[in-house]
């Protein structure tokens, strides 16, 4: 009985550590709090740019909930 050969799969290339997501989010929460215990007036100059991304998140989260909902 003869078999035919099937091609092996191919593995995907493993992603490097820092390409994941969670790593690159504890690396800026570490580096963020370094910042603000070594360095708090460079912390104070940056706290618009972080209270204005807070904002910009609150503002988006009410609509993608509706439309989750709206189309689940």
């Known amino acids: 009985m ?3 050969k099937v091609p092996r799969a191919i ?3 493993r ?3 820092f390409a ?3 790593v690159q989010v504890l690396a800026a929460i570490v580096l963020g709090a370094a910042i603000g215990y070594l360095y708090p007036e460079t ?3 940056l706290k618009p740019l972080g209270d ?3 904002k ?3 503002m988006i989260i009410a609509p993608v909930i509706f439309l989750t ?3 689940g």
């Open 2 to 4: 003869l078999v035919p």
């Open 11 to 13: 593995a995907a290339p």
């Open 15 to 17: 992603k490097r550590h």
């Open 20 to 22: 994941r997501t969670y």
């Open 43 to 45: 912390g104070q100059s």
């Open 52 to 54: 204005a991304f807070i």
């Open 56 to 58: 910009v998140v609150k």
């Open 69 to 71: 909902i709206a189309t």
